[in-house]
């Protein structure tokens, strides 16, 4: 008899370390029961508008992507892709054990003398993961937006297509600022502690609620309550929750929907700013 598979697609990687969806794969596998294989998309940090999603071809059944993309769906009526109630709390100091993330804006630390403060960066280059991004994109034209501005305030602004990109066209000095994603700074940085001193936090934004875990629709009612289910216990297992704390997670926990309403009132707010600097 075939063994029956579950197929899990991620679009949140390289910015989060792809180790993450590798163990909840290797996870699932074992707790289900299932034949697990996991779709690395690092082109975007969700299903592209261009395409149709995998969700709706039945080409996955758990997915991990950015809570605009899910909220994209979500208003499209899309019938084949379903919230799993669930999210990992990750470690910050600011998080308090809750399931959320922050924008880490960073400048390198050379210039930390003449820039002291957002309004210090008028007139400089700012780098973005990439369009669809909440930490990277949405929240930056917010915070221009509160400032009764928009992206003129940078002389440019440059697409890196990711925030580890971004990070890297800081260090080499090719943009003056960028908005990172809290836990690829984090992991970044625990991987190259030796650039630790080169890179400055200016400020930080959020917290912003953690990326959407989707199931397709098509399955199964025992199985989307049955993953969501033994990933909330997944931190008692002593097997498991050695492979969490290496991966800076304290647990998963319940949450519902309303979670991302800041970001869907966010998204509305700024949905007819571009990231793209305006030229005269």
């Known amino acids: 008899m075939e063994a029956k598979s579950l197929r899990m697609i991620t679009y949140l990687s390289p910015n989060v370390p792809v180790e993450v969806f590798e163990t909840i794969m290797q996870y699932l596998e074992e707790k289900l029961e299932r034949e697990a294989y996991l779709i690395y998309e690092s082109r975007w940090s969700g299903p592209p508008r261009s ?5 709706t071809k039945d080409e996955a059944d758990v997915g991990f992507i950015c809570s605009p993309s899910f909220l994209r769906l979500q208003d499209r009526k899309n019938k084949y892709i379903e919230h799993i109630p669930v999210a990992p ?17 960073i400048i390198h630390s050379d210039n930390k003398s003449s820039i002291k403060e957002f309004h210090d960066l008028k007139g400089r280059r700012l780098g973005y993961s990439d369009s669809e991004s909440l930490s990277g994109n ?3 034209l917010s915070q221009l937006k ?13 697409c890196s297509g990711s925030h580890l990109n971004s990070i890297r066209m800081v260090l080499d000095r090719v943009v003056d600022v960028a908005a990172i994603d809290s836990n690829c700074l984090r992991a970044f940085l625990k991987k190259n502690p030796e650039l630790r001193s080169s890179i400055h936090i200016l400020t930080t934004w959020g917290p912003m609620s953690v990326y959407p875990m989707v199931v397709n629709a098509r399955l199964p009612e025992e199985l989307k309550s049955r993953i969501a289910e ?18 800076d997670i304290i647990k998963f926990v319940p949450i519902d929907t309303s979670l991302y309403n800041f970001e869907r009132e966010l998204l509305k707010d700024v949905e007819k700013l571009s990231i793209d600097t305006p030229y005269y």
Do not use: C
Not at 51 to 55: A, I, L, M, V
């Open 51 to 55: 395409r149709t999603d995998p969700f």
């Open 89 to 105: 709390v990750f470690v910050h100091p600011k998080g308090e054990n809750r399931p959320v993330y922050f924008s880490d804006v």
């Open 138 to 140: 949405f929240i930056v």
């Open 146 to 158: 509160k400032m009764g501005t928009n992206t003129s305030f940078f002389a440019s602004t440059f």
């Open 230 to 247: 033994v990933m909330l216990t997944m931190h008692e297992d002593p097997r498991w929750q050695p492979k969490l704390q290496e991966l």
